[in-house]
């Protein structure tokens, strides 16, 4: 049974930063595409970054050079970097894994979510 536990949210000013870390238990990590993705209130969740098992990674275009995602397979987890945070992140932050990015976000497992604001 694959367990995600994600960490690390909060509140931040805007410009500020935050790393978000998830933390994975119960798969073969270091094969599978681990994502982050958000949900704003009133929105839909939507992909933030995801980083495939031989680290290749993707950005939604409203985070490129201010967000960056990396894994640890030594650890079995996938961290978020987010920097130059705006108010237009605020929502809450889910890790997602499943065994291949071909597959839907949806056919794989969820994290329970952590809540980013940013607010001055």
């Known amino acids: 049974q694959v367990q995600l536990v994600e960490s690390g949210g909060g509140l931040v000013q805007p410009g500020g930063s935050l790393r978000l870390t998830c933390a994975a238990s119960?798969?073969?990590?270091?094969?599978?595409?681990m994502g982050w993705y958000r949900q704003a209130p009133g929105k839909q969740r939507e992909l933030v970054a995801r980083?495939?098992?031989?680290?290749?990674?993707n950005y939604a275009d409203s985070v490129k050079g201010r967000f960056t995602v990396a894994r640890d397979n030594a650890k079995n987890t996938v961290y978020l970097q987010m920097n130059n945070l705006k108010p237009e992140d605020t929502a809450i932050y889910y890790c997602?894994?499943?065994?291949?990015?071909?597959?839907?976000?949806?056919?794989?497992?969820w994290g329970q979510g952590t809540q980013v604001t940013v607010s001055s």
């Open positions: 997602n894994a499943r065994p291949s990015p071909f597959v839907p976000a949806d056919s794989g497992s």
């Open positions: 119960g798969l073969v990590f270091s094969s599978y595409t």
């Open positions: 980083i495939i098992s031989g680290g290749i990674t």
